[in-house]
């Protein structure tokens, strides 16, 4: 029995002492996960930071002070009221995008560093939105946000933490200023309304204008071209008429110059001459007797003696050309 207490002791004592080992070898090895930095402190002092994988601490020595993460965080940055330039209150709320850069300011350098950036980007917001107009808060929000982003990253650079951009949610303005900027909107509106439509009608009037320009150039320049056409048609005939009329002068000389054409000039003059009579008969209630200078017959002999004449004329030069040749 002696034996066998002294051995179920000795095995009981191993028992916890592997117990124990088992213990303090979890308690010393520690799985810190990916983006996630653990603060070690030793005896109440800052000792290392743990980075992501297998680590070791003594224990009962050191201890796990703060787990930090690495990840980019989002924070609701609550709404506010904020001033503008121009004595403007608005209501503006943002989003607050906040990464940790270093672990040990953010464990020992603020007590807690989400509620000091929320903070002072709402400090920060206000400062800005006093340096502008209304009308640039809403149209200069990007340039806002920077500012914003740039400030808080210059004041939270000893609390080791970066913040990455900050983006402005909402912007609500009074509602008294809101109908003041619906009725602005809604003037302007009409106001490019009627401009368009002034500069369409006086577009429509000046197209209209070019258009009777144009017709009233292109008829004129018609009707030149056709008084041009007719004055060329009207002198080629009379230059035609004339060539016609110069040619049969040209050739009734030479037949007149013969006996026969002499004898067909005296029966057309005759025929002439009792044409004329009948028509002045139709035509006139006066009855007219022949006496004897309108006969037809003094007619033709006044006629024939003309004839004669220009031949003797023609025929004359004929026989001095002659005489000269003889000489």
Same mark, same amino acid.
């Given at each position: 029995?002696? =034996?066998?207490?002294?051995?179920?002791?000795? @095995?009981?004592?191993w028992?916890?002492?592997?117990?124990?080992? =088992?213990? *303090?070898?979890?308690? &010393?090895?520690?799985?810190?996960?990916?983006n996630?930095? %653990?603060?070690v402190?030793? @005896?109440?002092?800052?000792?290392?930071?743990?980075?992501?994988?297998?680590?070791?601490?003594?224990?009962?020595?050191?201890?796990?002070?703060?787990?930090? #993460?690495?990840?980019?965080?989002?924070?609701?940055?609550?709404?506010?009221?904020? =001033? #503008?330039?121009?004595?403007?209150?608005?209501?503006?709320?943002?989003?607050?995008?906040?990464?940790?850069?270093?672990?040990?300011?953010?464990?020992?350098?603020?007590?807690?560093? *989400? @509620?000091?950036?929320?903070?002072?980007?709402?400090? #920060?917001?206000?400062s800005?939105?006093?340096?502008?107009?209304?009308?640039k #808060? @809403?149209?200069?929000?990007?340039?806002?946000?920077?500012?914003? %982003?740039?400030?808080?990253?210059?004041?939270?650079?000893?609390?080791?933490?970066?913040?990455?951009?900050?983006?402005?949610?909402?912007?609500?303005?009074?509602?008294?200023?809101?109908?003041?900027m619906?009725?602005?909107?809604?003037a302007?509106?009409?106001k490019?309304?009627?401009?368009?439509?002034?500069e369409?009608?006086?577009?429509?009037?000046?197209? *209209?204008?070019?258009?009777?320009?144009?017709?009233?150039?292109?008829?004129?320049?018609?009707?030149?071209?056709?008084?041009?056409?007719?004055?060329?048609?009207?002198?080629?005939?009379?230059? &035609?008429?004339?060539?016609?009329?110069?040619?049969?002068?040209?050739?009734?000389?030479?037949?007149?110059?013969?006996e026969?054409?002499?004898? +067909?000039?005296?029966?057309?003059? +005759?025929?002439?001459?009792?044409?004329?009579?009948?028509?002045?008969?139709?035509?006139?209630?006066?009855?007219?007797?022949?006496?004897?200078?309108?006969? &037809?017959?003094?007619?033709?002999?006044?006629a024939?003696?003309? *004839?004669?004449?220009?031949?003797?004329?023609?025929?004359?030069?004929?026989?001095?050309?002659?005489?000269?040749?003889?000489?």
């Amino acid at each position: 029995m002696d =034996i066998v207490s002294v051995i179920s002791s000795v @095995f009981s004592i191993w028992v916890v002492l592997a117990i124990l080992v =088992i213990v *303090i070898l979890r308690s &010393a090895i520690k799985f810190v996960p990916q983006n996630t930095a %653990v603060v070690v402190e030793r @005896f109440g002092k800052y000792h290392k930071t743990m980075e992501a994988g297998l680590n070791f601490i003594v224990p009962m020595i050191d201890r796990v002070a703060y787990t930090q #993460t690495l990840k980019e965080q989002a924070y609701d940055v609550p709404s506010q009221s904020a =001033i #503008t330039k121009d004595n403007i209150s608005l209501i503006v709320d943002g989003v607050l995008y906040i990464k940790l850069i270093d672990p040990y300011k953010a464990s020992y350098g603020v007590d807690n560093y *989400i @509620f000091s950036v929320t903070q002072l980007a709402q400090t #920060t917001m206000r400062s800005e939105v006093g340096k502008m107009d209304l009308d640039k #808060t @809403f149209e200069e929000r990007e340039n806002l946000n920077t500012a914003i %982003v740039s400030a808080i990253n210059d004041a939270a650079l000893p609390w080791g933490v970066q913040v990455l951009r900050y983006e402005i949610k909402d912007i609500e303005p009074p509602r008294s200023v809101l109908d003041a900027m619906e009725r602005q909107m809604k003037a302007e509106r009409e106001k490019r309304a009627v401009i368009l439509e002034s500069e369409g009608k006086r577009q429509s009037e000046i197209n *209209i204008a070019e258009g009777m320009k144009q017709a009233r150039v292109l008829a004129a320049e018609a009707e030149r071209s056709e008084q041009v056409l007719k004055a060329e048609g009207e002198a080629q005939a009379i230059l &035609a008429v004339s060539k016609a009329e110069a040619d049969a002068l040209a050739i009734i000389g030479r037949v007149a110059s013969t006996e026969e054409g002499q004898k +067909a000039i005296q029966l057309d003059l +005759a025929g002439k001459a009792i044409q004329a009579r009948e028509a002045i008969a139709k035509e006139s209630s006066v009855v007219l007797l022949p006496d004897a200078s309108s006969s &037809a017959s003094n007619i033709v002999a006044e006629a024939m003696t003309i *004839i004669h004449q220009l031949n003797r004329q023609q025929g004359s030069p004929a026989k001095q050309a002659g005489t000269q040749e003889e000489q």
